[in-house]
């Protein structure tokens, strides 16, 4: 009963759901702003307000970068690395529909990290990425559907930032190492996507405090204006979700790949 009355309410109006969507993250501000790890986040969002706002009026994406705290310093590789920065990409829309559902959320959400490694004489830049992606439908007629599977929205190690960054000439292991023999690096593939549920901004932020810092992010939750704020926004979507869940057609779209 709870279930279906809050999926009713989001359902209703796609324009209240954004609305909410933007003033859910430019809220944040303030709690985030009473602690020293996160003052900086805190004023990333407060600067990126005015852009928010104007995206709320117009129906326009919800999109900017802001500082986040970094990692804590526990199973860093390589080792003896130290992490210098850590940033977070959003870019969140919703389509206009009669009928929200979790099929017209766009969702793209890019974490790096950067850190450094010296070793003797070398100084190594180093990056880490992750990212949260909607996957695009393909055009039947022209398009090539996916070889493996690809969720409707997933979780996957890398990116276009780290493809980026690895094709600088430098980089190592790679052809700037062809006259050393015997060395050893962790190789990253692509894959496994794993299906999730679409992040807002306020989720994506929520999450990667989460994974960064597990003592600080349970002090915020103890914030009752930032923990409500995420759980709210957690309940919209996640009950958006579960809708398409309980459907084989969309479930299959959700779990395995578009149009499968």
């Not at 529909?97 to 010296?118: M, T």
């Amino acid at each position: 009963m709870i279930r279906a009355l809050v999926l009713r309410s989001v359902q209703n109006s796609y324009k209240p759901m954004i609305a909410d969507t933007a003033d859910a993250f430019i809220s944040l501000a303030e709690p985030l702003k009473r602690r020293g790890e996160t003052e900086k986040t805190g004023e990333a969002i407060l600067a990126l307000a005015g852009s928010i706002r104007a995206a709320k009026r117009s129906g326009a994406p919800l999109a900017g970068r802001l500082p986040v705290p970094v990692p804590r310093n526990q199973g860093i590789h390589p080792q003896r690395t130290e992490v210098m920065e850590a940033e977070l990409n959003f870019h969140f829309h919703l389509t206009q529909s009669e009928h929200v559902k979790v099929e017209d959320i766009f969702c793209e959400v890019q974490v790096c990290v950067r850190g450094l490694l010296k070793v003797d004489e070398l100084l190594f830049e180093l990056e880490d990425h992750w990212r949260i992606d909607t996957q695009k439908k393909y055009d039947q007629e022209q398009g090539t559907p996916p070889r493996e599977a690809h969720p409707l929205f997933h979780y996957q190690r890398g990116g276009h930032a780290q493809e980026a960054f690895s094709a600088h000439e430098g980089f190592v292991p790679g052809p700037a190492a062809s006259k050393r023999e015997g060395l050893r690096g962790l190789m990253q593939y692509p894959g496994p996507r794993i299906a999730v549920v679409p992040l807002c901004p306020t989720l994506a932020l929520d999450a990667v405090l989460s994974q960064h810092d597990g003592p600080l992010w349970r002090q915020l939750q103890n914030i009752p204006e930032y923990l409500n704020v995420v759980t709210q926004q957690r309940s919209t979507i996640w009950a958006l979700y579960d809708d398409a869940l309980r459907d084989e057609k969309r479930r299959n779209a959700l779990i395995w790949a578009v149009d499968s």
